[in-house]
Structures are given as structure tokens and as C-alpha cells.
């Protein structure tokens, strides 16, 4: 009992340590599976792009994972929205927002390749314009991580109870 004791210690150990210095290695590319990463410069990328669109508008980032990286990095850090505003489930943003609320404002949508979004051409059902996408690609290593593919939106009508 005492050596199984043991080895699962110096095994969790182990696994601590390997799990913090996959993280930490900046030049480690761990694939598709690396969520870490390009999320600041992302921001950065996005703070440019809000600066030339009209308010008011609204950030959207398809999958809560991008919308809530995204209302942490951008500067002023945004109230975000997430697939409720395309008319599909946003988990908590579900509650936290009522798209419908925003009818007229312009957007913002940013999806994760990684997550995909299987009707981008969708947008131009919800919105008087859609501008062509902006592909924002996160490399890490010298390779590719993903690529973030933005739209900037105009006219929003509403999800209005659709569902893709």
C-alpha cells in the first residue's frame, strides 16, 4: 500500500509539473488542442477593427468560449455575445442577454475555425450587410494554430426565433 502510495504521488506530481511546462513553453506547439494561445493578439486585433465600425454595435464571438476570451481581453473589456445572437444556444449568454434587444446596431462576429460555424452566409440573413471575412491566423512555434475568422455586420435584425 506504502510503494502504490508513493508512486501515485511522485505520478501526480510528475503530471503537474508536465502540464505546466506544456503550458508555459512558448515555443511548444501542441496543435488544435492549444486554447491558450493568440487570445491577446486577437484582442489587439479586434480593438482595431472597433475603432473604424459604427456604433452602435455589439461583439459577438460564436461558441462561449471565444466571447468570453474576448470580453476578458479586449481593453475596456465588452459585454460580449455569443450564439443567441445567430439564434442557437448560448449557455449562460442565454440569460446573461437578449439579442433582440440590439436590433439596428451593428456587429462584430468572430468564430474559431476549431468551432465551426457551419453558415457564415447565415449572417447575411440576420443582417442588412455583412462585410466580407478578415482571417486572423494565431501561429504558435512557427505553425498554425487556428485561424479566427471575423465579420463586420451592419444592421442587425434580431434573431427573431431562428435556428440553424
Known amino acids: 500500500v506504502r510503494l502504490w502510495g508513493k508512486t501515485s504521488i511522485i505520478f501526480l506530481v510528475l503530471t503537474f509539473i508536465l502540464l505546466h511546462i506544456v503550458i508555459l513553453l512558448p515555443g511548444l506547439y501542441s496543435g488544435k488542442g492549444d486554447y491558450f494561445s493568440g487570445w491577446e493578439s486577437l484582442a489587439a486585433g479586434i480593438d482595431e477593427i472597433r475603432m473604424d465600425i459604427r456604433e452602435p454595435y455589439f461583439i459577438c464571438g460564436y461558441e462561449y468560449k471565444t466571447a468570453s476570451m474576448l470580453a476578458f481581453y479586449l481593453k475596456d473589456h465588452p459585454e460580449t455575445l455569443s450564439n443567441n445572437v445567430v439564434g442557437k444556444g448560448g449557455l449562460q449568454y442565454d440569460y446573461w442577454s437578449d439579442p433582440d434587444t440590439l436590433v439596428g446596431y451593428n456587429a462584430i462576429f468572430v468564430y474559431d475555425e476549431r468551432v465551426e460555424y457551419k453558415n457564415p452566409e447565415h449572417l447575411a440573413d440576420l443582417f442588412d450587410s455583412v462585410s466580407p471575412e478578415e482571417i486572423f491566423t494565431v501561429k504558435k512555434g512557427g505553425k498554425i ?16 426565433g431562428l435556428t440553424e
Do not use: E, L
Not at 494554430?145 to 427573431?160: A, D, L, P
Open 145 to 160: 494554430v487556428t485561424n479566427f475568422h471575423i465579420f463586420k455586420c451592419y444592421g442587425y435584425h434580431g434573431s427573431g
